[in-house]
């Protein structure tokens, strides 16, 4: 299937030129979709043609937004990651019921955003790629998944902290607590095939009860009396 002539011709808006530097466009959006749709279908291989088919757009557009085949897998993964709500709320005067609010709002939506077909999908062909060199997409999901979001979750927690709500040594040692007792075992589960979905209250009754361990083992007056 080829694209249209006017198709062929379409250009990339004024000043996007390159691996995104800000958040997408509609159509940009509506591109990294299709990425996401072909690797739910079972498209190990994502060439740019195969890309440019399924947007409806040209070659010469997915190189102009994106720079390069690494560059379309790097902002496809950061479309993914932005719809964790990680470190959202201002960090300046943070009380217990704000902190705990930010704390669930992350874990809900990641949760959530791990248990879709796109994410599960997405991490099993960057999994098969790091262990047969095929590609950088084990790096792209590393760097722009849970490295990226760990570090928009960390200010939050640091943040508790200074306000004398969490007690911790170390962030990333926080964080990593934090992010196991969110996930647990539910994402490797899903990698192997666990079909089971859970549904939105579930997710949030999950969430709050590793809002709730996490503020056992970290926290200080006003985040424990908070929940």
């Not at 159509?27 to 740019?48: C, H, S």
């Not at 960090?91 to 796109?118: C, H, K, M, P, Q």
């Not at 040692?173 to 196991?180: E, K, S």
Request: net charge neutral.
């Amino acid at each position: 299937m080829q694209t249209s002539s006017a198709t062929q011709h379409e250009t990339a808006p004024a000043g996007e030129t390159g691996a995104l530097r800000e958040a997408p466009s509609a159509r940009q959006r509506a591109v990294l979709d299709a990425v996401l749709a072909l690797m739910v279908e079972g498209a190990d291989q994502l060439t740019m043609d195969a890309v440019a088919r399924r947007a409806s757009c040209s070659k010469e557009t997915l190189y102009k937004w994106f720079g390069d085949r690494d560059g379309l897998l790097t902002a496809t993964v950061q479309w993914q990651a932005s719809r964790v709500h990680a470190g959202r709320y201002a960090v300046e005067g943070l009380d217990g019921a704000t902190l705990r609010e930010s704390l669930l709002d992350f874990a809900a939506t990641w949760l959530t955003v791990i248990a879709s077909s796109t994410s599960v999908a997405l991490n099993r062909i960057a999994i098969g790629h790091a262990g047969s060199h095929k590609s950088n997409l084990g790096g792209i999901v590393l760097a722009n998944g849970r490295f990226a979001i760990g570090e928009r979750v960390k200010p939050v927690l640091e943040a508790g902290r200074a306000a004398g709500l969490l007690a911790f040594e170390d962030g990333e040692t926080a964080f990593r607590t934090f992010f196991g007792l969110v996930g647990r075992d539910v994402q490797i589960r899903l990698l192997l095939g666990d079909a089971t979905v859970a549904d939105p209250a579930e997710i949030r009754r999950d969430a709050a009860r590793a809002v709730d361990q996490f503020l056992a083992l970290y926290g200080r007056g006003n985040a424990n009396r908070a929940s």
